[in-house]
């Protein structure tokens, strides 16, 4: 509750819940005493060092479902958002695996909340991605919320980001987020990603997504990979599966008709409305011509593709 509430009269509670044996109840109080670390970040981020240090270097085990101590630390530590809690982050990848992955997601938080990080900070969440023995999965996490990297940065978050594709699960979820901040270079293996039909649905629309940002030369990638996502769902039929997600993405990320969208994108905004189909499929085929037809037309509004799109006059 003192937790919950994270007023003044609560932080001087949760200091002395801090050094309780209770790991659910150390978890409970490092989450409180980040709620209310404005104006204390000193003391408080010092009271967390000290506390996690005395935790060990493997987290103590919690009852299923439970608050877990260090956890609840990384968070309250990015919440405060110091220098001094970067620096304790930063170290935090050197250690055992668990707490190493702690570090970074606390480090992600922080990228989150001030949209940057000290250059030593990204040095070590790279190497700690890059390490060819246990990398830490979450160490690319960061870089997702970071704008207006250093050349030298970009260049080696894309060898990094590249070669975390090759596995699966999580790492090269967070890789393919994280390579939509690495420049022209993260074009060609953003739209590997994307052009693989044997690739996770999800990571193919994420891949679109981060083309998206990538300036004109995303753009152009867009452009040619949509003429094979258009003719992978060429029958209604096949709007219900996994080559949707990929190509609603596609349009959403795609600015304006570049040329080689141009065919692809007519022959969406043409497609017959069918009759004998479910609902959601007949949504979804609308949804398609006026996708289309919108980036074909421009500003112009009046467009007759744009305008017929949906039989619905209301829709």
Not at 134 to 161: I, K, N, T
Not at 273 to 300: F, H, K, M, N
């Amino acid at each position: 509750a003192a937790a919950r509430i994270a007023d003044a009269r609560s932080a001087t509670l949760l200091v002395r819940a801090l050094t309780d044996e209770d790991p659910e109840v150390v978890a409970w109080a490092a989450h409180g005493l980040g709620a209310t670390c404005a104006g204390r970040e000193r003391e408080t981020v010092r009271r967390l060092v000290a506390r996690s240090a005395s935790l060990g270097s493997t987290p103590p085990k919690t009852l299923p479902g439970a608050a877990e101590p260090l956890r609840a630390i990384a968070t309250a530590l990015a919440r405060c958002g110091s220098r001094e809690a970067e620096v304790t982050l930063r170290a935090w990848l050197q250690g055992p695996s668990p707490r190493a992955e702690l570090g970074a997601v606390g480090l992600g938080q922080l990228a989150f909340r001030r949209n940057r990080l000290d250059d030593a900070s990204l040095v070590a969440l790279l190497d700690a991605a890059a390490r060819t023995e246990q990398p830490v999965v979450h160490a690319l996490l960061a870089f997702s919320y970071l704008d207006g990297l250093a050349d030298s940065v970009r260049d080696r978050l894309v060898g990094v980001g590249a070669s975390a594709l090759e596995g699966p699960g999580t790492r090269r979820s967070l890789a393919i987020r994280a390579l939509g901040q690495g420049g022209g270079s993260a074009v060609k293996p953003l739209v590997g990603v994307l052009g693989d039909a044997a690739a996770a649905p999800a990571d193919r629309a994420e891949a679109a997504r981060q083309l998206g940002r990538l300036g004109e030369e995303g753009q152009a990638a867009l452009g040619t990979a949509l003429g094979p996502l258009v003719s992978a769902v060429a029958d209604a039929g096949k709007l219900i599966g996994p080559g949707w997600a990929p190509l609603a993405a596609t349009l959403e990320a795609l600015e304006a008709p570049v040329p080689a969208a141009r065919d692809p994108l007519a022959r969406l905004a043409e497609l017959p409305l069918p009759t004998e189909v479910t609902p959601a499929v007949r949504r979804r085929v609308v949804w398609l011509r006026c996708a289309a037809a919108a980036i074909l037309a421009g500003q112009a509004t009046l467009s007759q593709r744009l305008v017929a799109c949906d039989p619905d006059p209301q829709g």
